[in-house]
């Protein structure tokens, strides 16, 4: 059973490009988490969707950034216009229930630079 | 808002010797659950140990185990026998217990750097 898988690993942009980062949760998990790890910081919840609905989005910013699990393929975090502050690792997390009892699995990360 | 506070950046441990990392909390909820997560050079969040809220006795996970203090809202992370594989960012998280919506987010400290010294 392959884990959870996150592409790519490392992604370059130029200021004003968009970036799309791709989630494969592990077989046969429906919710998937989004966090993003700025320098020397912990990871920050970004979102939270189960198959076709985002559930949680308290922790994404208002604008530029926007996040789609569809009921086919993987989840994708998506940031148009991007800027310098967006630079920063990109983790997803996925788990086969939302319950208090269930260990959820993170992938590698994407690290995304903005230049 | 729940909040987790690591204190200790760095520490440094001899191979072989025993190391504690230290993490506080804050929480109005009565009900949650702490978990350790360790962050190797490569990225990758492992984790190391859970702790249930509810339960009294301390979690062990071979070489690792907790000091949860709930009163103290403290749950430190005691390493034995400390490996030069031991060497990465540990992170401290919280999550509450419960279903669906924010409930089932974890909130990170912001992580103490282990170097291991041969």
Redesign the interface.
Known sequence: NAGVMQNPRHLVRRRGQEARLRCSPMKGHSHVYWYRQLPEEGLKFMVYLQKENIIDESGMPKERFSAEFPKEGPSILRIQQVVRGDSAAYFCASSSTAGFDTEAFFGQGTRLTVV | AQT?TQSQPEMSVQEAETVTLSCTYDTSES?Y?LFWYKQPP??????VI?QEAYKQQNATENRFSVNFQKAAKSFSLKISDSQLGDAAMY?C?Y?????????????????TKLSVKP
């Open positions: 987790v009900d659950y490569s990225r990758q969040m492992i984790l859970r992170f998280a999550r509450s217990a419960g279903y669906g919506g924010s409930q089932g987010n974890l909130i990170f400290g912001k992580g």
